[in-house]
């Protein structure tokens, strides 16, 4: 059975960084195309970033980011992360990894397959 699992969710300071993991199990990341969501306290999931199979193609959504984001990941661990930093309140969040059908983003919330369980993110001083 294939799962994801997220970590790296913790109560930040503003300003502060984090960052966030995602790896599976059952089956490899590595031949498919990763998405970073969240879903802030009272609002609809948004996504965040896409990191394509070879990493050759890195998406952001910028009015998310902000240039703050950094996604990456490592195959060769079957690891995707999601750096943050300059962390504020609004990004307090459940932030979720998923996983596309394919190796590419596409669109980010097209052909989903999978959702990890979510690590919760929280800004405040």
């Known amino acids: 059975q294939f799962q994801l699992v997220e970590s790296g969710g913790a109560l930040e300071q503003p300003g502060g960084s984090a960052r966030l993991s995602c790896t599976s199990s059952?089956?490899?990341?590595?031949?498919?195309?990763v998405v970073w969501f969240r879903q802030a306290p009272g609002k609809r999931r948004v996504a965040v970033s896409c990191?394509?199979?070879?990493?050759?193609?890195?998406?952001y959504v910028d009015s998310v980011v902000k240039g703050r984001f950094t996604i990456s990941r490592d195959n060769a661990k079957n690891m995707v992360y999601l750096q943050m930093d300059s962390l504020n309140p609004e990004d307090t969040a459940v932030y979720y990894c998923?996983?596309?059908?394919?190796?590419?983003?596409?669109?980010?919330?097209?052909?989903?397959?999978?959702w990890g369980q979510g690590t919760q993110v929280t800004v405040s001083s």
């Open positions: 998923a996983k596309k059908k394919y190796s590419m983003c596409g669109p980010y919330d097209f052909e989903i397959e999978t």
């Open positions: 059952g089956r490899p990341l590595a031949p498919y195309a």
């Open positions: 990191i394509s199979d070879s990493s050759l193609t890195k998406k």
